[in-house]
C-alpha cells in the first residue's frame, strides 16, 4: 500500500492538511453544548423523553441540532424554538466537521499552519490556511467528506457513518487506491491545544488519524511518530 497519509491530500494539486461519538453511558450533563445532525428522514421532537410526551414539532434528515445531554434511555435534550425538548439519540450523529468559529494552528513536521474558514458553496465548508492552502469539507449522512482535487466531485471520505470500530472502505486519488478502516471510536487524544475525548482512531497503511467531535482532525502519526497535530484552538 502506498503510503498516502491523511495529511497528505491535494486540493488544486496544492499539499494540504486534512482535519477532520461521543458516547454516554448515563444521564450526563455538557458545559458546552456539542453538535449533531438528524440522520433519519425525519423525528418527532418531543416534550420529555418518551415516546408518549407530547410532540412539539418535527426535525428533517441533516438538520443540525446543539445537544445538551443524553440519557441513558436513549434521548437528546436539545433547544427547539427555543425550549428544552427531546429526540431519540439513535437518529442523530455527532458532527466531526471543524467548528467555524475557531482558528485552526497546526504544526507539521516543525511547520506551523493557521486556518481560517472562509465561506460556504454549494454545500462544501471552504478553509483558507496560511500558506495558500485551501481545504474543502462536507458532511452528510454518509459520512465526512474532503476534496482533493479541483472539483467537487473529486473527493476522499475521511469517515463513515455510521460510525463503528472494524468499519472499512476504499478511497480513490485519481487511479490510486488505497484502504481506510476505523479501529476506535473511544480514544483520548492529547496535543498541545488541549486533550480530546472520543476520538475516532483511523488507520491507513502505516498512518493514523485522530478525530475528534466537533473539532475535526487533531493529530496525526506516521510508523509511531507525531507527523503533525493541532496546537492551539482559539476564537475568531
Known amino acids: 500500500m502506498a503510503k498516502l497519509s491523511f495529511c497528505k491530500y491535494l486540493v488544486g494539486f496544492v499539499f494540504i492538511l486534512s482535519f477532520c461519538l461521543t458516547t454516554f453511558s448515563s444521564v450526563e450533563a455538557v458545559t458546552t453544548p456539542t453538535t449533531s445532525f438528524v440522520t433519519a428522514k425525519k423525528i418527532s421532537v418531543r416534550t420529555k423523553a418518551s415516546t408518549s410526551a407530547k410532540v412539539l414539532g418535527t426535525l428533517k434528515q441533516g438538520t443540525r441540532v446543539a445537544v445538551y445531554t443524553k440519557t441513558k434511555s436513549g434521548w437528546a435534550k436539545i433547544k427547539y ?12 450523529q455527532t458532527s466531526f466537521l471543524m467548528n467555524k468559529s475557531k482558528i485552526y494552528i497546526y504544526k507539521e513536521d516543525g511547520l506551523v499552519k493557521t486556518f481560517k474558514y472562509k465561506k460556504r458553496d454549494k454545500g462544501w465548508d471552504l478553509w483558507n490556511g496560511s500558506y495558500g492552502e485551501e481545504m474543502v469539507f462536507k458532511e452528510t449522512v454518509g459520512g465526512l467528506l474532503q476534496v482533493y482535487g ?5 473527493n476522499v471520505a475521511l469517515l463513515k457513518y455510521p460510525l463503528k470500530t472494524g468499519k472499512s472502505w476504499d478511497n480513490w486519488i485519481e487511479a490510486y487506491k488505497y484502504r481506510v478502516k476505523i479501529t476506535s471510536t473511544t480514544k483520548t487524544v492529547k496535543t498541545p491545544a488541549g486533550t480530546f475525548k472520543n476520538c475516532v482512531e483511523v488507520k491507513d497503511g502505516s498512518y493514523v488519524s485522530y478525530f475528534a467531535p466537533n473539532v475535526g482532525f487533531v493529530k496525526g502519526i506516521e510508523k509511531g511518530k507525531v507527523h503533525s497535530q493541532l496546537i492551539k484552538l482559539k476564537k475568531r
Not at 479541483?150 to 473529486?154: I, L, P, Q, R, V
Open 81 to 92: 424554538k427555543n425550549k428544552s425538548a427531546y429526540v431519540p439519540n439513535k437518529s442523530l
Open 150 to 154: 479541483g472539483a467537487y466531485s473529486e
